[in-house]
């Protein structure tokens, strides 16, 4: 019963309540029910923007940040490697940083004249890049950012399920003479299949609601080079305050989720997970 | 009885004429924090009792978390907010209840002590929401022994042309590591708004009804920008980007709000005696030298608990010329208040400005600048506006024609209000 109020409190009634609002032309006080919010929406080319941008990360730096997960839980899992537990830690710590306080420091590093990342690149003979100020260099530390945050994190839960994997057929391949990397591409891929499902889709359904590294990072500019779905709708719900607009973006994005969860489903098959 | 009676009286007298008391919370950002602090001393002296907390919050967190406050019926808003006057609309426009009518706290017998531009943006009907704070008269700050090096006098800039002859000049004597400017592309818009108010063109008419950013002086303000970048004059920078690049002599000449004077002087106190000013060159010889950029006001919001001593501070601030003159003094903000301006100090040389009278160069501009009005829709247009320029400047349209149309054509989707003829 309790259980129920707080349900109803806390998550049917905003549902609803934003459902309306996508109805409502917040520009003018009072209700009144029209459709303006959402033929704007498929009209508005900073919708999509931001949606161009979303998927773009989406399709880019998550297949990448996912490759590079895979290989460092094979690293941390190899025999040879010593002081296990502190890779693994070290891995993990990206995460337990304040996202505020890693996005000043990248803005720092990225800085055109004085951030540590053209001082190296200067170091090695190639020319300073302007990256916050220039649309393409603006969305790579976007990415960059993302990855460094998240693939640690990846790759702790992709070593779990490598750890999961009998030795016994390790040793079975070992018998028929399978190379290391027939093993790999052969045995522990396929086996991981759940895991790296999994860690697909958390990370799909991150990137949707991406939100801190374009905020902080680079204010979603330069122009709206980096916005976001997330961003957009921040934008305007809180500072242009039209709440029934942004209301519109929110189920804009969540009809969206559903279509790239469906296809999720259909393509990769949800038969071992 | 004769007791009852005083005590009565005292009583009765007690509750119209105590002294407000208790702490006041005020918000604000950068300079304009810091300038409220030095009406504090002055207001102690007549409010002894009340205590008063200058939170700096930064410029967009004051504007954002004011909304907020505002959308959740009150809770978390200061005694007095600052607000500028571009973005104040939005506010009574939304949130009708969530400020003072500082009509209702005796502040009628000052309309006529601020110019009737200035309260444009603060009413709604016969209320007035905020009281007239500071004004952004713009200016060129430039750096007289930059200027000197490469053979330029700052009386001979008298046209954008003009402009940017002096900054190939400059370009060739520093190759190219001293800029004419910094400006916020890609971040912000600010030059595109001071060049097309100084045309009387803006994003919206000063009735608030119509999208007039595509007409010919909102035109001539972007080629204006891009020819200024194409001739590679202007770095780029945000607002601690424009900091770092004057401290550091990496440009001769910055343009904003007259504002930006305290900006400059506490920021670089070490630069004393090498800074000057100039008025804004014209977009034709004999055109309007002067346009209008920010300037604030203060508002009260109707949660504060404490309405009394808010209204004193306000008042004390913003309606004397003691308040207004002090703010001027330490941290360069110009005072909207009619009398402030004709005060002794204003016609001063000012040491750091190498014994100029700025003041009077700066508050001479006041008169010609063409009214504009930021109206409810200030930060929407503006979004799409700082888009709209960093897409013209890297070659995405093929005229800024084509590129304000297209601006207008979102503005107007965006507020709902047609697109001027």
Redesign the interface.
């Known amino acids: 019963m309790p259980y129920l109020l707080i349900f109803l409190v806390f998550w049917a009634y905003p549902l609803v309540r934003s459902l309306l609002d996508s109805f409502d ?3 003018i ?1 009072g209700f009144s029910f029209n459709t ?1 919010n959402w033929t ?1 929406l498929f ?4 919708f999509l923007t931001a949606l161009k941008n979303t998927l773009f990360i989406m399709v880019i730096q998550v297949p990448v940040m996912l490759a590079l997960a895979v290989g460092l839980a094979v690293a941390l899992n190899s025999g040879v490697l010593k002081a296990k537990g502190f890779y693994r830690f070290a891995f993990f710590a990206p995460l337990v940083v304040g996202t505020t306080a890693y996005s000043a420091i990248f803005r720092l590093i990225f800085n055109t ?1 004085y951030g540590a990342v053209n001082q190296g690149l200067n170091a090695i003979g190639i020319a300073s890049v ?1 990256w916050l ?1 220039q ?1 393409g260099p603006a969305m790579a530390v976007i990415m960059m950012a993302i990855t460094w945050r998240w693939a640690g994190y990846n790759a702790i839960l992709i070593l779990a399920g490598l750890q999961s994997i009998g030795q016994e057929v390790y040793e079975a391949a070992a018998l028929d003479g399978a190379s290391k990397t027939t093993t790999f591409f052969r045995i522990t891929l396929p086996l991981l299949r759940p895991s790296i499902l999994f860690c697909l889709v958390i990370s799909v359904f991150g990137t949707l609601q991406l939100f801190t590294e374009p905020a902080l990072i680079t ?1 979603s ?5 980096t916005m976001t779905l997330g961003t957009y709708l921040y ?1 305007q719900g ?6 029934g607009y942004a209301s519109a973006i929110a189920y804009g994005v969540a009809i969206l989720g559903a279509v790239v969860s469906w296809i999720q489903l259909k393509v990769l098959g949800g038969d071992n997970t | 009885m004769k007791n009852i009676a005083l005590l009565g009286l005292t009583l009765i007298a007690g509750s119209t004429l105590a002294a407000p008391k208790g702490e006041i919370t005020i918000w604000s950002w950068d300079v304009a924090a810091k300038a409220l602090e030095a009406t504090v001393p002055s207001f102690n002296k007549l409010y002894p009792d009340v205590k008063v907390k200058i939170v700096d919050l930064g410029n967009q967190n004051v504007y954002d978390r004011g909304l907020a406050g505002c959308a959740a019926g009150g809770a978390d808003l200061p005694d007095v907010y600052s607000v500028e006057n571009g973005e104040a609309e939005v506010f009574w426009a939304r949130f009708p209840d969530c400020f003072t009518d500082l009509t209702t706290l005796g502040a009628s017998k000052y309309i006529k002590s601020f110019p009737a531009f200035k309260w444009t943006e603060l009413s709604v009907g016969n209320k007035r929401y905020a009281m007239p704070w500071d004004s952004g008269p713009v200016v060129m700050f430039y750096r007289r022994d930059l200027y000197k090096q490469a053979g330029i006098s700052p009386t001979s800039i008298k046209t954008w042309d003009d402009f940017i002859k002096a900054g190939q000049k400059v370009n060739a004597k520093f190759g190219g590591k001293v800029k004419m400017g910094v400006i916020g592309n890609g971040s912000d818009d600010e030059w595109f708004r001071m060049l097309a108010n100084q045309n009387g063109c803006f994003y919206f008419d000063n009735d608030a009804k119509e999208v007039t950013i595509n007409q010919a002086g909102c035109v001539d303000a972007l080629n204006t920008v891009k020819k200024l970048m194409d001739a590679k004059l202007l770095s780029v920078g945000d607002w601690g980007g424009q900091i770092t690049a004057f401290k550091k002599g990496d440009t001769a000449t910055s343009m904003f709000g007259a504002w930006y004077e305290g900006t400059i002087r506490s920021n670089a106190p070490e630069l004393s005696g090498k800074w000057g000013v100039y008025p804004m060159p014209a977009a034709k010889k004999g055109g309007v030298r002067a346009a209008n950029l920010g300037g604030s006001a203060l508002a009260l919001p109707a949660s504060s608990k404490n309405k009394e001593a808010a209204y004193a501070f306000i008042e004390h601030a913003l309606a004397t010329n003691e308040g207004q003159i002090a703010m001027l003094k330490q941290y360069g903000l110009v005072p909207s208040l009619l009398s402030a301006a004709k005060d002794p100090y204003v016609a001063q040389g000012q040491k750091y400005w190498g014994n100029q009278k700025v003041w009077k160069t700066i508050l001479d501009t006041l008169g010609d600048v063409p009214a504009a009005r930021g109206t409810q829709f200030f930060q929407e247009a503006r979004q799409i506006m700082v888009v709209t320029q960093a897409d013209f400047i890297s070659g995405k349209f093929k005229t800024a024609r084509e590129a304000l149309d297209s601006a207008a054509k979102q503005i107007s989707a965006a507020t709902g209000l047609p697109v001027a003829k």
């Open positions: 032309d917040s520009r006080l303006t704007r009209s508005d080319p900073f004249q302007d100020n649309p204010a500019g330069p122009g709206n080079a934008q809180f500072r242009s305050f039209n709440f």
